[in-house]
């Protein structure tokens, strides 16, 4: 599904490279958690996978193909949520498709579709600033489903939310997940979120970036809590917490 081939990015040419002759790849409908220490370049893997910025070298390919080639290549959900405080609930859910110049017709049938898929079918005429955190979410994941993407990068997008919301957030994402068949590379800083969602974690391990450490987390699905509290899983989410401390102090 994704592919970076010996990518290399700095933010000036000053700069040392932030990523140098990185390659890793995600599976078509995997679920991916990608964790590392703030500043370490998680949000520039996803901007570049979007063309927001170009590798100074290497390719990037989304089912085969240069993300050059290819048009609108994935659902970005960035790290704030990015809605439009002017534009209603259901305005801001038609964007993609108004982009995308979508017909009207359809455009509106699957608004209200997704204002039902999202729990907020009694919102659709109100605007930003009249919904809690969690449903803001809510809006902002409805709308990068809407891009048609079948890639979703979705940069920290519980961290905003009390514990409870995000708890409820986590299973309201798996099951959305499992239902469309998307592939999910999810930033986050929680060291359980990503256990409790992901089949792989991609763990940024050095500085530059040369490489990705791929951990799979041994568990079926459909998952539930207990999950967490299994031996190995606590052993694994010790281990990665100890991992992420190292590279916090380096
Ligand atoms: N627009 C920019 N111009 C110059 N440098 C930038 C820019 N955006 C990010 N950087 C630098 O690149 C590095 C990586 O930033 P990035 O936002 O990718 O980190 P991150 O891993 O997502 O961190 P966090 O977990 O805090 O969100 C940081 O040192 C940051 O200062
Ligand atoms: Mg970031």
Redo the contacts with the bound molecule.
């Keep these: 599904m994704l592919d970076f081939e010996n990518v290399t990015f700095s933010?000036?040419k000053e700069k040392a490279p932030?990523i140098k002759d990185l390659s890793f790849h995600v599976t078509p409908g995997a679920f991916v958690a990608l964790i590392?220490?703030?500043?370490?370049?998680?949000?520039?893997?996803f901007?570049l996978i979007n063309r927001l910025i170009q590798p100074a070298s290497g390719q990037i390919l989304i089912r085969g193909e240069d993300i050059g080639k290819s048009r609108g290549p994935a659902g970005y959900m960035p790290?704030k949520d990015l809605l439009f405080p002017w534009r209603t609930i259901r305005r801001n859910l038609m964007l993609p498709m108004e982009i995308a110049r979508v017909p009207a017709k359809e455009m509106e049938e699957r608004t209200s579709a997704m204002l039902e898929e999202i729990g907020l079918a009694d919102y659709a005429d109100k605007y930003p600033h009249d919904l809690s955190g969690g449903m803001r979410q809510r809006v902002s994941f409805g709308r990068t489903l809407l891009t048609d993407a079948d890639l979703l990068l979705l940069?920290?997008p519980f961290s905003a939310l009390d514990a409870l919301t995000r708890i409820n957030m986590q299973e309201w994402l798996l099951k959305e997940w499992s239902r469309y068949h998307k592939t999910v590379l999810f930033?986050t800083?929680d060291v359980e979120e990503a256990i409790f969602m992901s089949d792989q974690i991609y763990l940024?391990h050095d500085r530059p970036i040369r490489s990705l450490e791929v951990i799979d987390v041994p568990a079926d699905r459909p998952r539930t809590r207990d999950l967490l509290t299994r031996p190995d899983i606590v052993q694994l989410k010790s281990s990665l917490v100890d991992r992420l401390r190292k590279e916090a102090s380096l």
């Design positions: 933010w000036s932030l590392g220490v703030s500043g370490c370049g998680k949000s520039t893997i901007k790290q940069d920290e930033i800083h940024v």
